[in-house]
């Protein structure tokens, strides 16, 4: 080996370190601190489209700004829970309990609410969305 390279060995040892180790370890710890819907959950603008939260107990939550699009989430409990400018569309929500959701601003476009218990959807956006009382608003759309 030549002298020169030894004497720069420890420089090149430390970028190794810096370029492949440490960009996985603020990785890691970045997904450490994703949502984990739950009672009393912080998911302040979270993609959990898609997902199934049926039957989950989800009170007090925060999934403000969050895309709950297409969820399942029938029959949850969502007692205090903040779906302040969520997206809903398309989400079921039938039979979830519903007493105390602050929904201003959410958009509830296609979702099911049939069966919704104590559901207060003022400042919601409602269209072609299924009510608590089964029946499915269609005006202002």
Do not use: E, W
Not at 12 to 28: S, W, Y
Not at 37 to 48: E, H, I, N, R
Not at 53 to 60: D, E, I, Q, R, V
Not at 110 to 139: E, K, M, Y
């Amino acid at each position: 080996m030549p002298p020169n390279f030894r004497r720069f060995l420890p420089l090149f040892a430390l970028v190794f370190v810096l370029i492949l180790i440490v960009p996985a370890l603020l990785k890691k710890k970045a997904t450490s601190s994703s949502c984990h819907p739950a009672a009393k959950a912080t998911c302040v603008g979270a993609d959990l489209a898609n997902v199934d939260l049926s039957k989950a107990t989800l009170t007090s939550a925060d999934f403000s700004h969050a895309d709950l699009a297409g969820s399942d989430i029938y029959s949850a409990n969502l007692t205090g829970a903040d779906l302040t400018g969520a997206d809903l569309s398309g989400a079921d929500l039938a039979g979830a309990t519903l007493t105390g959701v602050r929904f201003r601003g959410a958009n509830l476009t296609d979702a099911d609410l049939a069966g919704g218990v104590n559901a207060d959807l003022r400042g919601a956006i409602i269209c072609h969305t299924v009510l608590p009382s089964g029946h499915v608003h269609a005006q202002d759309c």
